[in-house]
């Protein structure tokens, strides 16, 4: 191989070789991609991207270049980002770099030059797929069997917050439960004067009532829900404390399992900035940003003190749930937005509803 080049191989076989930027070495993840236009750098940053390989489907990636408002974490926490054409010279005003050195920084492997409407064809058809990263010579068999090994299954304590921190503001105080938060969240709860208090992924029961929260967040994160049984148990006594939670993405699926549904792996998830939502509750259709792999299933609902709320237009899978009893409700999609549309963010303003209700005493069961 050239000093330039770079491999991607796939666990059904399938090789691609392009061009290596960002930084050196071998990384394996979970490979699965994402439609957006735009977004990036938000994609690159979100830690529910944790031990995946994105590759994007728009052709050229990197052409406004890299900026300071654009993450919505410390890091970039992909394992990999495969692309069709890397855009050498970036331009935007805000751009204060470019993509390759960007990821060269962050030790994140890239790879260019790649069919990327192949790759995801071959995700669309054989499913989600473990795939390896490389610029060294490795032989196949070698990356192959290396792909024979179990992925990584506690991504969430490796991106969840290790302290405790608080954001202040006049408003109601909310602690917000840190599974690999979007910083888009904290942002939303911010923007409406929220006190906000994050904790991790870990935190009890008892540590986040004794803040005397008016509501809890749940953040999305990376990762299979069933992985953290920790969390759903958490969840569950919350649910039945009987303060207001609002689950996003991982959030709403932990609201799920806590509930007696139960969730599972898509063939190849949402990833996107343009899933079409329905409100089951209006008739409305809202334009959703997504990122997941996972879902509630609906015929697990039955039975379950959950309502379905909200319907994915394209393969009418489960986008929202509300529980019958108590003040708790969640989306499988992000209403905090970046990458993606703002259609959603109406569903802060009801969380903060459902916490004057509830401290008034003026909330009323759904049943
Ligand atoms: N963005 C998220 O919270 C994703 C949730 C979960 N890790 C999934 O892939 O389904």
């Known amino acids: 191989m050239s000093n330039r080049s770079a491999r991607l191989v796939l666990e059904n076989g399938l090789e691609f070789t392009g061009q290596h930027f960002g930084a050196t070495g071998e990384r394996v993840g979970e490979v699965v991609f994402n439609t957006g236009m735009t977004g990036y750098q938000e994609v690159l940053t979100d830690p529910s991207y944790c031990g995946q390989i994105v590759t994007m489907t728009y052709p050229l990636i990197g ?120 910083s888009g969240v ?54 039945q404390y009987g303060v207001p939670v609002f689950g996003i993405c991982l959030g709403h699926q932990l609201i799920g399992l806590a509930s007696g549904a139960r969730t599972e792996k898509m063939r190849f998830g949402h990833r996107g900035a343009n899933h079409p939502v329905k409100d089951l509750r209006t008739g409305k259709v809202y334009i959703t940003s997504q990122n997941h792999g996972y879902m509630v299933s609906e015929d697990s609902l039955r039975g379950t003190d959950l309502i379905l709320t909200h319907l994915n237009v394209n393969d009418r899978t489960v986008e929202g749930m509300m529980h019958r009893h108590r003040p708790v409700f969640c989306v499988q999609y992000h209403p905090e937005a970046r990458p993606g549309p703002d259609d959603s963010d109406e569903l802060f303003d009801e969380f903060m509803r459902m916490m004057d209700e509830v401290g008034e005493g003026r909330w009323t069961a759904h049943a």
């Open 63 to 182: 052409n406004y270049g890299v900026n300071v408002d654009n993450i919505e974490s410390r890091q970039p926490y992909v394992h990999g980002f495969v692309v069709r054409r890397l855009a050498a010279e970036p331009s935007h005003f805000k751009s204060l770099g470019n993509l390759d050195d960007y990821l060269r920084q962050h030790g994140i492997l890239g790879i260019s030059e790649i069919d990327t409407r192949q790759l995801t064809k071959a995700i669309r058809s054989d499913g989600t797929m473990k795939a390896v990263l490389t610029t060294e010579n490795t032989p196949v068999s070698v990356l192959l069997d290396k792909l024979a090994q179990p992925l990584m299954t506690d991504q969430i304590l490796r991106v969840t917050t290790p302290q405790t921190y608080r954001c202040p503001g006049e408003g109601r105080r909310v602690v917000a439960i840190d599974y690999g938060m979007k």
């Open 186 to 239: 904290v942002r939303s709860l911010l923007a409406r004067r929220c006190d906000v208090i994050v904790v991790p992924a870990t935190a009890s029961t008892k540590e986040i009532l004794a803040w005397k929260p008016e509501g809890v967040m749940l953040s999305n994160g990376p990762g299979d829900p069933l992985d953290a049984p920790y969390a759903i148990a958490t969840v569950k006594e919350l649910i």
